[in-house]
């Protein structure tokens, strides 16, 4: 079982307010990833941290930013959240298991924007 | 055009057979191709990897790559009706770097 925890699970907010989606990990992975997922599309990749301090953008444009100040917390902030930003976000962090390959995901939190 | 392409099915079928489950990608700079199952409601969770072409076998579960067709596939062998699941491909160009995903095929396997 992963040690990786997504809140909320769930969460629907009307159109305008600031949202943080947090994600943590307690297996002390280098590597966190935000992706996001659609019904029948494939998972986006819109932020990634290769460690503290450090935050790059994925491929897909995305209006979320996110902070790493700790190692085990990549929080995911919308700071006005928009009926397009509903969708089902994952986060997943990955060590040097498998060559780096094995990501461990969380339950994702599914967003609904009002 | 998608770096890569998943039939997503659905796929069903029935208990004890043979599925195959296929993706393509257009990038040549991958070396590194997995397969994740996500169940309802979870995250999709790693079930294994192969690095360029080659075969890779493990219990059930069997991964082929033909790098030369740009085609990975995921063979499961004597399928039960707890491999239902929504299978997705992923590739990387560098191990633990970005990963692409396809969109993933949904599979169920019938009692």
């Known amino acids: 079982e992963a040690d990786i925890y997504q809140t909320p699970r769930y969460l629907v907010i009307g159109t305008g307010k600031k949202i943080t989606l947090e994600c943590s990990q307690t297996m002390g992975h280098d590597k966190m990833y935000w992706y996001q997922q659609d019904p029948g599309m494939e998972l986006h990749l819109i932020h990634y941290s290769y460690g503290v301090n450090s935050t790059e953008k994925g491929d897909l444009s995305s209006e979320s930013t996110v902070s790493r100040i700790r190692t085990e917390h990549f929080p995911l902030t919308l700071e006005s959240a928009r009926p397009s930003h509903t969708s089902q976000y994952l986060c997943?962090?990955?060590?040097?298991?498998?060559?780096?390959?094995?990501?461990?995901f969380g339950p994702g939190t599914r967003l609904t924007v009002t | 055009q998608k770096e890569v392409e998943q039939d997503p099915g659905p796929l069903s079928v029935p208990e004890g057979a043979i599925v195959s489950l296929n993706c393509t990608y257009s990038n040549s700079a991958f070396q590194y191709f997995m397969w994740y199952r996500q169940y309802s409601r979870k995250g999709p969770e790693l079930l294994m990897y192969?690095?360029?072409?080659g075969n890779k076998e493990d219990g059930r579960f069997t991964a082929q790559v033909d790098k030369s067709s740009k085609y990975i596939s995921l063979f499961i062998r004597d399928s039960q009706p707890s491999d239902s699941a929504t299978y997705l491909c992923?590739?990387?160009?560098?191990?633990?770097?970005?990963?692409?995903f396809g969109t993933g095929t949904s599979l169920t396997v019938i009692p």
């Open positions: 992923a590739m990387s160009g560098t191990a633990g770097n970005q990963f692409y």
């Open positions: 192969t690095y360029s072409s």
């Open positions: 997943a962090s990955s060590g040097y298991r498998d060559r780096g390959l094995r990501q461990y």
